[in-house]
């Protein structure tokens, strides 16, 4: 679980991770408007119907990288690298904040693999459990709306692939407690809960 503290610190500082390589691809300017048919379409192949080779999935858990200019090619690069983990990043998805990819976009992770991510102290708690990633550093500032509302599409469509319950959707915070702050003192769950049901103003 060390390797969150790691990886923060990587993207955070002045580490390779934090700088665009030489060949870095374009930022990502499409309108969220076009992102949410993306995301759509994305989770339509993945999620349309449960795999036969699915792990027995009970509990969501979202998570915030620390560092805003993380992409899903570095983190993946880096637990690779650094930890050796051959499957890459320890999230099942990310959700961009628009500095590398566009604002809300969903990228599947470690999903494809359908393997447990080392992302928690006590995976105990939330046995099962998927990691779900927000690009950016959320105890620094609020969560963009768009990227509740991604974040709210994503875990509605495997609360209902899945048969996950509500009350199964949780924080990082939430599960270690006092060990972690992640995923900011800013993000707020029972907004997200609310943005999953559909019952928020705005």
């Not at 949410?36 to 998570?63: F, K, M, S, Y």
């Not at 500032?141 to 692939?161: F, N, Q, Y």
């Not at 029972?190 to 705005?202: P, Q, S, W, Y």
């Given at each position: 679980?060390?390797?969150?503290?790691?990886?923060?610190?990587?993207?955070?500082?002045?580490?390779?991770?934090?700088?665009?390589?030489?060949?870095?691809?374009?930022?990502?300017?499409?309108?969220?408007?076009?992102?949410?048919?993306?995301?759509?379409?994305?989770?339509?192949?993945?999620?349309?119907?449960?795999?036969?080779?699915?792990?027995?999935?009970?509990?969501?858990?979202?998570?915030?990288?620390?560092?805003?200019?993380?992409?899903?090619?570095?983190?993946?690069?880096?637990?690779?690298?650094?930890?050796?983990?051959?499957?890459?990043?320890?999230?099942?998805?990310?959700?961009?904040?628009?500095?590398?990819?566009?604002?809300?976009?969903?990228?599947?992770?470690?999903?494809?693999?359908?393997?447990l991510a080392a992302?928690?102290?006590?995976?105990?708690?939330?046995?099962?459990?998927?990691?779900?990633?927000?690009?950016?550093?959320?105890?620094?500032?609020?969560?963009?709306?768009?990227?509740?509302?991604?974040?709210?599409?994503?875990?509605?469509?495997?609360?209902?692939?899945?048969?996950?319950?509500?009350?199964?959707?949780?924080?990082?915070?939430?599960?270690?407690?006092?060990?972690t702050q992640c995923?900011?003192?800013?993000?707020?769950?029972?907004?997200?809960?609310?943005?999953?049901?559909?019952?928020?103003?705005?």
């Open positions: 679980m060390r390797r969150r503290h790691f990886l923060a610190a990587a993207l955070g500082g002045a580490g390779s991770l934090a700088r665009p390589a030489a060949a870095a691809r374009p930022r990502d300017r499409r309108s969220y408007a076009e992102i949410q048919g993306v995301n759509a379409a994305t989770l339509d192949g993945l999620l349309g119907e449960r795999g036969e080779n699915w792990r027995p999935w009970q509990w969501i858990v979202v998570h915030h990288t620390a560092a805003e200019h993380a992409s899903l090619e570095g983190i993946d690069r880096y637990h690779r690298v650094h930890f050796g983990d051959p499957l890459g990043a320890e999230y099942h998805f990310v959700i961009n904040n628009g500095r590398r990819r566009a604002l809300g976009l969903i990228e599947p992770a470690r999903w494809r693999y359908q393997e992302h928690l102290f006590h995976p105990e708690r939330a046995p099962e459990s998927l990691a779900l990633c927000l690009i950016g550093n959320f105890e620094e500032r609020p969560v963009p709306a768009s990227m509740m509302d991604a974040l709210a599409l994503l875990c509605r469509r495997l609360m209902g692939t899945l048969e996950i319950p509500i009350e199964r959707v949780t924080t990082h915070r939430a599960v270690d407690g006092r060990l995923p900011g003192r800013h993000f707020d769950l029972d907004d997200l809960r609310a943005r999953i049901v559909g019952r928020v103003d705005e």
